[in-house]
């Protein structure tokens, strides 16, 4: 015969694991806002950078080349495009890039860098015309990159990036 008696206080009541789901429900909730944040900033830090990494990438292939380069950029799109570029990992297409797509989830609100076309257009020897800014967003967080006539590279500074 088994002499061993249940013992009443092992595991735990249906009462203690509630109120350890709620706490942690709590938590998480206070928590979501700050995630939703640091996620929109990353994703409009990512597309800003990518942005101005292919405008420079943009400067360098017109000086390269000795040839004009045309970005054209539609703020109605959220999508920017080197024309006449041939898509590295897809030779048979143009290089085009949408900004609200994974993993930027991005609109393009304003542009003051380009002309009445939507176009930044570098000159054989990399320099443009242009200057002004295009912004970013995704959420509330908004990313500046700005084209400057002079010819330089992408830098970041002070909470925008810039090229130069």
Sequence with gaps: MDSRRPNPSAGFTLIEVLMVLGIIGVIAAMA???????????????AARRLAADLAW???????????????????DSTYQLVGVADPDHPGQGYSVDLKQSPYRCAIV???????????????????????SIIVQAGDAQKQVNVNPAAGIASQGAGSITVN
């Design 110 to 132: 304003a542009s003051t860098a380009t002309d009445a076309n939507g176009n930044i257009v570098f000159d054989g020897y990399g320099t443009t015309a242009a200057t002004g």
């Design 58 to 76: 943009a400067q360098s292939l017109a000086r390269n080349t000795s040839s004009s380069l045309t970005v054209h950029v539609s703020l109605t």
């Design 32 to 46: 979501m806002p700050r995630w939703t944040r640091s996620v929109a900033r990353y994703e409009a830090d990512a």
